[in-house]
């Protein structure tokens, strides 16, 4: 199954508590942060969410 290389790109600073909460559940708390999630409907929802804070790529 395929997953999703997620690194947090931007701060989260000055964003609204929506999107904090998002990159909360995804596992990332700081700049520079990766980490490795399953490529589902869930996860690209909360990629969605902060895709303009996020870097993905996808892993076989």
Do not use: C, P, W
Request: glycine share 4%.
């Amino acid at each position: 199954m395929a997953q999703l290389k997620i690194t947090q790109i931007k701060s989260k600073i000055s964003e609204k508590q929506n999107q904090r909460d998002t990159l909360r559940s995804l596992g990332l708390r700081k700049i520079g942060q990766t980490t490795i999630r399953e490529d589902n409907k869930v996860n690209r929802g909360y990629v969605k969410t902060v895709a303009h804070l996020v870097k993905v790529e996808e892993i076989d």
